[in-house]
C-alpha cells in the first residue's frame, strides 16, 4: 500500500524537503516535481531531490496529474494556489491520493470537497516545522525529524487514503497527530502565525532605534536572534497565510495585546513580586514543552477499536487522540467484513490516554488497550 510514485507541486522548502525525504526512503518511490520556477526544477533535479521536472503547463504536468497520473499528488503552495490547483485536479481527471502542506485548513478542505470527485481521495496535511531560509536550495530532508505532522480528516477522508499519508510522513520521522480543520487553524494561529506577527514586530521595533548605520542592530545578542528568526521568511508567503486566517490570528493579536497591557500595568506599578510570577508562569511552561525525541517501544500504547465501515469514522477517532493531546505513532485499519473493521493505533506516553478512551466509550466505541511489547 506504499506509494510509488509522487508529484510534488510547488518545490520550495517544504516540497523539496518533502521530496528529498520521500526519495531517501528505503525502496522509495519515483518523486517528480511541478513548479512555475525553472530554476527551482533544475536546481532540484540537479541535486537529485527530484527526477524529473515539469512546468504547470508541460507535458510531464500532464501526464502525471492526469487519470493514469501519479499515486500521490502533494500541493507544497500557499494556500491560496493550493485551492487552484485542487480545482485543476478535478478539472484534469486524477484519480489518485491529493494531501498538502498549507498552514491553513479550513478553505482547502472546503476546496476539496467541492472540486474533487469520489475518485479522489483528500487528506488534509501540514508539517509544524519550517526554516528562516526560503527555496529549494534551503530544503533538508531531515527537515520534517522529530517534528509534529498535523492531519486533518473528515467525515468524507477515505480510511485507507488516510492510513497512506499518516504512513509516509511517519517514515519521515514526524510526530503525526490528527485534529479537526477548524481547530486547527484557531490552533496554529495562536502558536505559529501570531508569533511570527510578534517576532515581525520586535525587528521593527528594534529598526526604528537602530541609527543610521544599524549599529544597535550590530549589538543584537543570541536571545534576539532566537525571538525574532522566523521573520526573515517569505513576506509573500506570511502575508498571504495571515489573510487565509485572518479571524484566529486577528483574536490572537488581541489576546497577546491584552497580555501586554497587563506586563504593563505590572511595571507601572513597580509590582516585583507579580512581575517574577508573570515571568515564571511563561518559563515553567516553557520548560515543559517536549524535546524531539523517538519513544522506547514500552512506551507504546495499542488501542484496537472495532468500528463500522461508514464515512467519518476515522476522522472521529483520531481526532478524539488529537483532542486529548494523543500523539499517534502508527495506525492500520483491518476490514473484517464490508461493513465492519478493526482500527489499531499506537500512541506514545503523550497526551492524556484516559481521555481520548472515555470520549471514545461516550461516543459509543469500545477500545481496548495493551502495551506495545519489544
Known sequence: MRFTSIAVVGVGLIGGSFAAAARRLPDPPTVVGIDADPRALAWATEHGIIESASLPDGLGAQTWLGPEGVDLVVLATPASHARSWIERLGSMGYRGVVTDVASTKAGIIEAAEESLGSQVAFVGGHPMTGSDRSGVAASDPELFRGAYYVLTPTAT???????????????????????????????????????????????????????????LLRLAAGGFKDTTRVAGASPALWAGICVDNAPAVLAGVRELRSVLTSFTALLEAGDREGLEGWFGRAAEIRR???AQWVPATERLI???????????????????????????????????????????????????????L????????????????S
Not at 183 to 201: F, I
Not at 329 to 336: K, L, N, R, S, Y
Not at 358 to 373: K, S
Open 288 to 290: 515543559s514543552l517536549p
Open 358 to 373: 472515555g470520549d471514545l466509550r461516550q461516543a459509543g466505541y469500545a477500545p481496548q488497550t495493551r502495551p506495545l511489547e
Open 157 to 215: 477522508t477515505d480510511a485507507d487514503a488516510f492510513r497512506r499519508v499518516h504512513s509516509l510522513v511517519s517514515e519521515f520521522g514526524c510526530r503525526v497527530v490528527s485534529v479537526d480543520a477548524v481547530a486547527h487553524d484557531e490552533a496554529v494561529a495562536v502558536v505559529s502565525h501570531v508569533p511570527h506577527v510578534a517576532a515581525s514586530a520586535l525587528v521593527d521595533v528594534a529598526a526604528r532605534h537602530a541609527g543610521p548605520g544599524g549599529e
Open 302 to 356: 495499542e488501542v484496537t477499536v472495532p468500528v463500522l465501515d461508514r464515512p467519518g469514522v476515522i476522522a472521529e477517532v483520531t481526532t478524539a487522540a488529537g483532542r486529548a493531546g494523543c500523539n499517534i505513532e502508527g495506525i492500520e485499519i483491518d476490514h473484517v467484513s464490508e461493513a465492519s473493521a478493526t482500527l489499531v493505533m499506537v500512541l506514545t506516553d503523550e497526551g492524556d490516554v484516559e481521555r481520548f
